[in-house]
């Protein structure tokens, strides 16, 4: 059965880094669509970034983007985020997805629906 565990997260101050890792067992990521959402309390989860493909294409939400850096390690089985530059409102529970390789172009990547395994989350807290 597939497992993700997500880990990484912490305290930080705004403008450090911070690098989550989402490591898999019983399913390849590099056969998937693997994406990361994040919720904040009283808010709905939001999309942040997905990579998928045997050339790793990534998508980004536009709160992100420039500032977070998806990646994939195939050999450690395992997807990261990476905060480069954080900001306050990035304080959330992130979580780690995957389902089915995304279709051309990334279409759908952001639809939760779309993914059949979640991990169980690391809490980032960005301080100001």
């Known amino acids: 059965q597939a497992q993700l565990v997500e880990s990484g997260g912490g305290l930080v101050q705004a403008g450090e880094s911070l690098r989550l890792s989402c490591v898999a067992s019983g399913v390849t990521l590099e056969n998937c669509g693997v994406g990361w959402f994040r919720q904040a309390p009283g808010k709905e989860r939001q999309r942040v970034a997905c990579i998928s493909g045997k050339h790793g294409n990534s998508y980004y939400d536009d709160s992100v983007k420039g500032r977070f850096t998806i990646s994939r390690d195939s050999a450690k089985n395992t997807v990261y985020l990476q905060l480069h530059i954080s900001k306050p409102e990035d304080t959330a529970v992130y979580y780690c997805?995957?389902?089915?390789?995304?279709?051309?172009?990334?279409?759908?990547?952001?639809?939760?629906?779309?993914?059949?395994?979640w991990g169980q989350g690391t809490q980032v807290t960005i301080s100001s």
């Open positions: 997805a995957a389902g089915p390789p995304l279709p051309a172009y990334g279409i759908g990547w952001f639809s939760p629906t779309r993914y059949d395994h």
